[in-house]
């Protein structure tokens, strides 16, 4: 079983630029697509990115396109997501989650079979 741990939220001005991480342990990354997904207060669980298990595959929420960048090192067992230009609405806890699956990219919360704990992202105006 793939254990998730995300790592490198915190606190980061409007316009500013922040690295999350999400490292895999237990099992090799490279089996899964990945995805990373984000939560603020009062809101539902939203779709941020997604990856293939290659990373030859992308895709973005709209509200994030041309500002954050979805990549993967399965070396490394890691996948990453860069956030450029952020805004304050960007604030939320930011999970990655894994799935099995690999016919096509995933963006809906329930074909993620696993999460990680969340690293929380805020951004001040």
């Known amino acids: 079983q793939v254990q998730l741990v995300e790592s490198g939220g915190g606190l980061v001005q409007a316009g500013g630029s922040l690295r999350v991480s999400c490292a895999a342990s237990?099992?090799?990354?490279?089996?899964?697509?990945m995805g990373w997904f984000r939560q603020a207060p009062g809101k539902e669980r939203e779709f941020v990115a997604t990856?293939?298990?290659?990373?030859?595959?992308?895709d973005y929420a709209e509200s994030v396109k041309g500002r954050f960048t979805i990549s993967r090192d399965n070396a490394k067992n890691t996948v990453y997501l860069h956030m450029n230009s952020l805004k304050p609405e960007d604030t939320a806890v930011y999970y990655c989650?894994?799935?099995?699956?690999?016919?096509?990219?995933?963006?809906?919360?329930?074909?993620?079979?696993?999460w990680g704990q969340g690293t929380q992202v805020t951004v001040s105006s």
């Open positions: 990856i293939s298990r290659n990373g030859g595959s992308t």
């Open positions: 989650a894994a799935t099995p699956r690999d016919w096509r990219l995933y963006t809906r919360s329930d074909e993620f079979d696993l």
């Open positions: 237990g099992r090799t990354l490279s089996n899964y697509a």
